[in-house]
Structure formats: structure tokens, C-alpha cells
């Protein structure tokens, strides 16, 4: 007999991209398909030390069940390291901790979708969050993205036409397209959340990822300068990207109604965030460590990033096209078929792995009409040796 599954497992389907990834233990394969950060980048010492500090300042509250909106020195740091960043007017109790912004995400989706629910999101954006919102029954509608992120022409229209419960962007070096929002369009997504009354959702795990000059403010900070737009956004963060995703850290600002239901989900799922990641992040940030690990971090992923962009100029020419990722984790790219080589990005998956390299084709990051030609490669794994060598094999694939 079978198990009698609830029927909102039928809007999801397993992702196509966990089946690539059984491919990928073949011994000598070289892999851009991840969305990890690198492990040889953990500050392994600045964590032992901020663990140690944990348990011997603070031995009980570290172990101890705590407050379902999160740790209170964590949330102090939290709003601090929030106001480094331009959110000036943040006060700890603005946010709660999460475990992993993609908790965020879930308590996003239970509080505010219900089944038939129209919700918008890029074209194309974080699978997580599309299976995520489905399971809550969402319609998903997508807006067309460029590099300059969401075309906010096009999401205007969007909005005035599908009323949605919300709209989901990743502004900031987007997974997978890598796009940066810019900032006309960034205060033009504020001017519509207060337009059409509707809630935005920034989800900035790779805001701090950035290459060169720093990216426009987020749209949490700009929102103080368009009167009435903080009513209308939630702002997901996260320590997986820049610090290690194993801790599990993530939180979110909202407004005070959201913040309370998200809370009140959130007691009945995990009842709080591990108090021991909780206090070890507390005290890393409190150590003052966050800005030179960002800076190590940038600067090694900059590198990747460049000869990623390097090798793929010289290696597929003609037969791809992306844009020079600025910051984040991926290079977003199009295969043009150029010369009568493979377009498909699923195709080209599959002849990659027989050549030892492995991507993620793009099209299940679209929740509506696919880009077939489209494939994401993450540079942040491997170092520029192996990135050099992965995309010469791609370059024998296509
Ligand atoms: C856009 C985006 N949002 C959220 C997450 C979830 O990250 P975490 O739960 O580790 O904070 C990820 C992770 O890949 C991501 O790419």
C-alpha cells in the first residue's frame, strides 16, 4: 500500500540537479556544479577560538534551548554588522535568526502563501526557493532578468496584473545568474513595493562577495530613502557564503507583524537556531574577524572568477557567451550554438562528465518557460589550476 503523502508534495518534483550529482563522485571528475563556498576557506582558527569563547563565557546559554527569535548577543552583532553595511536604523529586535537564510525563505512561504498563491520570482532564480514556494502552493510568475538584474519595466507590469503575495529577488550576484541589480532599478523596486502595497523579499547571501568596487547599497539599506518602502520588504542574510554554511546562521528583517508569525512558524519547527552556532557567530563577529575573512575571501574568489572568465574566452570562444561576474559564486552563460557546437545545456552536461568536467545546466532554475541553452558554473571550489584545466575539457565537449 502506499504511503499516504500530503497532496502538496505534488507541485514538487526531486531536482534535476541532485540526479547530476550522483554522476559526480566519478574518481578525476573536476566540478563547477556546487553552490558550496570553498572549505580550504574556513577561518578554522578564528571559529576555535570564538567556540572556545562561547563555552567559557557563556557555557550555559550556549547549550541551553534559547529564545526562538535568536540569541540576543548574536542579534546585537547581527544588527551591527548590518549597519556596516549602510542599514543604519536596524535595532537588534528588526531581526530574527534563522537557521540558514533558506529557513528564512521556508517561513516566508508558510506565513504568506497559501495554495493559488501568485508570487514572482527572476527568470532564472535559486531552485531551493522554487520548490520551496510550490510546496506552499504557489504559482510562480517570472520576471525577465538582464545583467542589471530584475527589468523593472517588466516587473511593474507584473505586479499590476498578478497581484502577488510577494516578489522574490536576489539583487546582489544572484544564483545562478550572478546579475547585480542596479541602483536606478534598486529605488524603482522600492518606489513599486509602495505603488502596489506589495511585499518584497531580498534574499543577499553574496552581497559581500564582490570583486572590485563595492555593489549599490541593498535594497534594506536604500529603503531609507524612499518614505513607506520598509513597510513592504523583507531582507533574508546569511553567514554560509562568507563564513561557513555548516553554522547553519541566517536571519531576517521584516516588519514587526511579519517578524512575529515567522516567529511563531519557526517555534514549531526547530524552536530556535542552534544556540551554539548562534554563540560562536556571536562572538566571531564580536572578535572584529568578519572584515579581514571578507577580504581573503573576495579576493581568492576574484581570482577563480577572472580565470574562470579567462579560460572560457579562450577555450569556447564563440560558442558561449556570459557576462564577467562581479561578485557571488557563478558564472551564468549561454551557449550559442556557434559553428554547429552543442547548445543544449543539458546535452552539454552530459558530454562534460564523459570529459571529466561537470556543470549544472540551467533550465530547472526557471519556474516557468526554460532557457535550454543556459548552464551555470560555480568558479569558487576549485583553485585556478583545475579551473583552467576543468574548462579545457569543457572546451573538448562542446
Ligand atoms: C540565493 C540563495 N538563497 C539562500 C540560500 C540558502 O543559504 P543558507 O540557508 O545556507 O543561508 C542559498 C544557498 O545556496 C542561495 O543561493
Known amino acids: 500500500m502506499p504511503l499516504p503523502f500530503a497532496d502538496r508534495l505534488n507541485n514538487v518534483e ?3 540537479i541532485r540526479e547530476l550529482f550522483k554522476l559526480l563522485g566519478k574518481p578525476g571528475i573536476i566540478s563547477f556544479a556546487g553552490g558550496f563556498p570553498d572549505s ?3 577561518d578554522v582558527e578564528g571559529l576555535k577560538e570564538a567556540v572556545n569563547k562561547a563555552l567559557t563565557d557563556e ?3 550556549a547549550l541551553q534551548y534559547g529564545a526562538t527569535e535568536g540569541y540576543d548577543p548574536l542579534r546585537q552583532q547581527l544588527a551591527a554588522f548590518m549597519a556596516s553595511k549602510g542599514v543604519k536604523d536596524l535595532a537588534p529586535d528588526g531581526l ?12 516566508l512561504g508558510k506565513t504568506l502563501i497559501g495554495p493559488g498563491d501568485k508570487v514572482i520570482v527572476e527568470a532564472p532564480t535559486f531552485l531551493a526557493t522554487i520548490q520551496c514556494f510550490r510546496l506552499y502552493g504557489a504559482e510562480l510568475i517570472s520576471a525577465p532578468i538582464d545583467a542589471h538584474g530584475v527589468q523593472t519595466d517588466a516587473l511593474e507590469k507584473l505586479i499590476a496584473e498578478h497581484k502577488p503575495k510577494f516578489v522574490y529577488l536576489i539583487p546582489t550576484f544572484g544564483n545562478p545568474s550572478g546579475a547585480l541589480l542596479n541602483l536606478e532599478r534598486r529605488k524603482k523596486v522600492l518606489e513599486l513595493a509602495v505603488k502596489y502595497q506589495t511585499l518584497i523579499v531580498e534574499d543577499d547571501p553574496y552581497g559581500d562577495l564582490y570583486f572590485g568596487e563595492a555593489p549599490p547599497p541593498s535594497i534594506l539599506a536604500l529603503s531609507a530613502s524612499v518614505p513607506g518602502s520598509r513597510d513592504w520588504l523583507a531582507h533574508c ?3 554560509s557564503k562568507v563564513l561557513s554554511p555548516g553554522l547553519r546562521v541566517g536571519w531576517m528583517v521584516a516588519p514587526p507583524e511579519l517578524l512575529a508569525k515567522a516567529t511563531m512558524c519557526k517555534q514549531f519547527s526547530d524552536a530556535h537556531t542552534s544556540t551554539f552556532a548562534q554563540a560562536t557567530a556571536a562572538q566571531y563577529l564580536k572578535a572584529g574577524r568578519m572584515p579581514a575573512t571578507l577580504a581573503h575571501v573576495r579576493k581568492v574568489y576574484a581570482e577563480r572568477a577572472q580565470a574562470m572568465g579567462n579560460a572560457l574566452r579562450k ?7 556570459f557576462v564577467q561576474p562581479q561578485g557571488g559564486l557563478f558564472v551564468w552563460a549561454r551557449l550559442t550554438g556557434a559553428g554547429g557546437k552543442v547548445k543544449d545545456g543539458n546535452e552539454l552536461a552530459k558530454r562534460a562528465i564523459e570529459k571529466g568536467v561537470a556543470f549544472v545546466p540551467g533550465a530547472p532554475f526557471y519556474a516557468n518557460k526554460p532557457d535550454l541553452s543556459t548552464l551555470r558554473l560555480s568558479f569558487a571550489t576549485a583553485d585556478v589550476a583545475k579551473i583552467e584545466e576543468g574548462i579545457g575539457r569543457l572546451g573538448q565537449a562542446v
Not at 530574527?96 to 517561513?107: E, F
Not at 577555450?315 to 557567451?321: C, K, P, V
Open 59 to 61: 557555557p550555559g546559554a
Open 96 to 107: 530574527i535568526v534563522t537557521t540558514g537564510s533558506q529557513q528564512a525563505l521556508d517561513l
Open 315 to 321: 577555450d569556447l570562444g564563440d560558442a558561449i557567451e
Open 14 to 16: 526531486t531536482s534535476a
Open 40 to 42: 580550504a576557506m574556513f
Open 237 to 239: 542574510g546569511s553567514m
